[in-house]
Nanobody
Framework: QVQLVESGGGLVQAGGSLRLSCAAS????????MGWFRQAPGNEREFVAA????????HYTDSVKGRFTISRDNTMNTVFLQMNTLEPEDTAIYYC???????????????WGQGTQVTVSS
């Protein structure tokens, strides 16, 4: 079992940056593919970015390509989401999740963090 704890959210002006972290418990972090998802009020949870176990392969939703970067440090059991050039439309609760499948679908992820709020003001 994996427990995930996100941190790094907050309030930022449009054009600013934030770096989210997700710390995982357990000794098998490196066997999980990791994903970041977000959910805005009234919206369904949507895929943001994913990274394969080794960190060699990543995938992004179109709206964040070129602005967000997902990375991981398997020695620290942590996955990161660097978010640059933030836009008000990025405002949401951001969740990290772990899966044995490399997927963009929330239903394929077995473990979820509690989420961290990101608010971008215009």
């Amino acid at each position: 079992q994996v427990q995930l704890v996100e941190s790094g959210g907050g309030l930022v002006q449009a054009g600013g940056s934030l770096r989210l972290s997700c710390a995982a418990s357990g000794r098998r972090f490196s066997t999980y593919n990791m994903g970041w998802f977000r959910q805005a009020p009234g919206n369904e949870r949507e895929f943001v970015a994913a990274i394969i176990q080794s960190g060699d392969t990543t995938h992004y939703t179109d709206s964040v390509k070129g602005r967000f970067t997902i990375s991981r440090d398997n020695t620290m059991n942590t996955v990161f989401l660097q978010m640059n050039t933030l836009e008000p439309e990025d405002t949401a609760i951001y969740y990290c999740a772990a899966s044995l499948r490399y997927s963009v679908l929330p239903l394929h992820y077995n473990y979820w963090g509690q989420g961290t709020q990101v608010t971008v003001s215009s």
